[in-house]
């Protein structure tokens, strides 16, 4: 885990102190997030807290738990939604620039998804969803969750991808593609806008 939030930074995906990143124990019982304002290239076990998958049980939740749950990333509620709706085991989340940029452009086009035009993008993904919702918002999580079940990493409109995964290695990776053909798109993009203009 800390591993891959040191290469998130280091190959740009994120800045500063945003991103997060989870995962869920073994029985599914407990989700380990990353803190609130946590840097990603500064992880280690003080960065990361415990708490229960299932909110449900609120009036069960030890003192102790409330405090973790205050702790915790306030995306939150959007890992919790996407353990529940699917069987993966971690969830990456980087503000990565391209995909932030590209995902506003389709959206106020009225497109909700993007087509990558590379080569590895077009091998990987048919498309990749743009889903819209407030940062940490409970329909940011329907609409993350929802189209995890579908596809394996979505857009979060204006706000940077959301990946779910088996493992670290494996979410780094789409991540980083996704980030990939976002910046191809918005470069070929550009270069056709710039063609026009000379014509």
């Known amino acids: 885990m800390f591993k891959f939030g040191k290469k998130s930074v280091d190959s740009g995906l994120v800045y500063g102190n945003f991103g997060n990143m989870s995962f869920v124990s073994s029985d599914r019982s407990f989700i380990f997030i990353t803190k609130s304002g946590t840097f990603m290239d500064e992880l280690n076990d003080k960065s990361v807290v415990s708490v229960y998958a299932d909110e449900s049980n609120k009036s069960q939740f030890s003192s102790q738990v409330y405090s973790e749950e205050n702790l915790a990333s306030s ?15 971690c969830v990456f989340h980087v503000h990565s620039p391209y995909s932030v940029a590209v995902s506003i452009i389709e959206y106020e086009k009225g497109n909700q998804f993007i087509t990558p035009v590379d080569s590895e993008g077009k091998m990987f993904f048919d498309k990749i969803p743009i889903v819209s ?21 979505v857009i979060a409109e204006g706000h940077g991808t959301f990946v779910a995964a088996e493992n670290f290695s494996k979410a780094y990776v789409i991540s980083s593609l996704i980030e990939h053909s976002a910046k191809v798109l918005y470069l070929y993009n550009l270069y056709k806008t710039a063609q026009n203009f000379k014509l």
């Open 133 to 153: 919702g407030p940062p940490g918002s409970l329909k940011l999580a329907e609409n993350v969750s929802e189209a995890l079940t579908t596809y394996s990493g």
């Open 75 to 89: 995306e939150l509620p959007v890992h919790r939604l996407i353990y529940k709706k699917t069987d993966f085991n």
